[in-house]
């Protein structure tokens, strides 16, 4: 399985403009029933199953979020890329995501790469 | 298994040196005896064992590298980041990579996200 990097971009973006405009569960509803979601990498915490990560994206429901792709790869059915969020304009975060993709490109796995170092507060 | 941010940078910046002025065994000697590596991801092919991913590297003996890191991102074990590989003084490619290391720093697996549209003719 494998899609064109235009198509895995767009899957990306519109995730992007999901969690700056959308609803925890309009997010959820981009991941498979079985997905998993692991942010940040490493703080020991992995959200398995669309229920558990409708509760994960409950959290930034109250905040302000603006996202901007800034750094893009593709790769067969899997896509890494930079982004910016801005968090009720007061905090900008850097992440580098990766995500993968089933056929109809739901998103199977989430895994957001950052740290304290990442966050600068504007 | 975590490492401090600082700690894997150290690892990724090592990989990258050794990249550019090592042998491919050199290379190879970076990760474990069962790593894995797949570079482009998806690309068909996943080079498993220390012996296939010299083999890999083989390729590039005969080339003039130079690397340099870009962006880095840490998380746990596991590390993410944008470089720059010149190729010959011709060509410049722009991949995200992720690594996972063991409780040693040797790479237990990379994932390389690149394709043509992030390579650059100099």
């Given amino acids: 399985m494998s899609f064109e990097p235009e198509a895995l971009q767009a899957f990306v973006q519109r995730y992007l403009d999901t969690v700056a405009g959308g609803s925890a569960d309009d997010i ?12 940040p990498v490493g703080g020991g915490e992995v959200h398995i199953g669309r229920q558990a990560i409708a509760g ?26 930079m982004f910016a ?17 089933d056929a109809d490109g739901q ?16």
Avoid at 85 to 101: D, H, K
């Fill in 28 to 39: 959820a509803a981009l991941y498979t029933e079985d997905a998993t979601l692991e942010d």
């Fill in 56 to 81: 994960f994206y409950k959290g930034a429901a109250s905040v302000e979020l603006e996202t901007e792709l800034l750094t893009f790869r593709a790769g067969g059915h899997e896509a890494a890329f």
């Fill in 85 to 101: 969020l801005t968090v009720s304009g007061a905090m900008r975060i850097e992440p580098i995501e990766v995500m993968t993709f």
């Fill in 107 to 122: 998103i199977t796995s989430m895994k957001a790469y950052w740290g304290e170092q990442n966050v600068t507060q504007l």
